[in-house]
């Protein structure tokens, strides 16, 4: 991956909608070989794909919680089995599975605080080989999906 590649993805960060014309344009190059340098990044993994950013509080998402997540224990059978379950549950925004303790993070996103109780009640208290659940209330994004820094 040269410079013209990270530019590439930098502007791809920036504004996934770019038509080729316009990414072109931006990076100094042609369309062909921007069009080829494109597929090449999307053929190599680089680029995993692309999506809209939605404001979870104008489509009723806006209730954030941080969900640690301490495994009973964390071996082979239990690390799958869980991974398998966070997998299924959709309020699972993002889930990390981290060194030390605790085992797991996981981001939650829901329409207000009933919704989590439910969600607590129902799904994250049920997870399989999990000792330890904790939550945490987010008060506010500071920072929210920041482009990588290339």
């Known amino acids: 991956m040269d410079a013209i590649d990270r530019r590439i993805l930098a502007e791809l960060q920036r504004d996934g909608r770019l038509s080729l014309t316009e990414l072109a344009e931006r990076v100094s190059l042609s369309m062909s070989p921007t069009h080829r340098r494109l ?37 082979r059978d239990t690390v799958p089995a869980f991974d398998a379950a966070v997998a299924e549950i959709p309020e699972v925004i993002q889930a990390l599975r981290l060194f030390g303790d605790p085992d797991y993070l996981l981001r939650v996103a829901v329409p207000d605080l009933r919704a989590y109780e439910k969600l607590w009640d129902e ?28």
Do not use: C, H, W
């Open 39 to 75: 597929r090449a990044l999307e053929t190599s993994g680089a680029i995993t794909g692309y999506r809209a950013v939605i404001d979870a509080d104008v489509v009723g998402m806006g209730f954030g919680a941080l969900v640690f997540v301490t495994m009973a224990q964390a071996n």
């Open 123 to 150: 799904k994250l208290s049920a997870l399989p080989g999990v000792a330890r659940v904790q939550s945490t209330l987010v008060m506010k994004t500071v920072v929210d999906d920041r482009a990588l820094p290339l």
